[in-house]
């Protein structure tokens, strides 16, 4: 096997594992809109971070994607939270563990991103789970 061989092996797993947990419509608009300059990006996080990190088996889905949330939070990036957020109900997450994920970002990273954070969450819950969020 080729060091190539390994790399497309990582980056299928990691294509299959981006897919499970953000959903296929949106991996593949995603993969879609890619031009030849953000092409090396979309590969390097589609092989590194999903087809070796998320792939591990050191930690579960759920708690991946809570870790997620909090340092999405942290570094104020709305539109990747509420991807994550999405995700963190795909791989078991409660509305109780993503509200008490947020609650603790707001002690350890600051009120104002917390309650970014919250209506980001928010609004996601309302467009899946809409029972959840009231």
């Not at 990036?77 to 603790?104: C, D, F, M, P, W």
């Amino acid at each position: 096997m080729t060091s190539d061989d390994t790399h497309r092996q990582t980056y299928e797993q990691g294509l299959q594992v981006r897919r499970e947990v953000l959903g296929a419509a949106h991996v593949d608009r995603s993969l879609g809109q890619v031009s030849e300059f953000s092409k090396p990006i979309q590969e390097l996080v589609t092989e590194y971070c999903w087809g070796m990190v998320w792939s591990s088996d050191g930690l579960p889905r759920k708690t991946r994607s809570l870790l997620n949330i909090a340092m999405l939070t942290a570094l104020n990036r709305s539109h990747e939270l509420g991807v994550h957020v999405k995700g963190a109900l795909t791989n078991g997450a409660t509305v109780s563990e993503i509200q008490e994920t947020l609650l603790q970002t707001a002690i350890y990273v600051g009120v104002p991103a917390a309650l970014e954070s919250f209506r980001v969450a928010e609004g996601v819950l309302r467009e899946v789970r809409p029972d959840d969020a009231a």
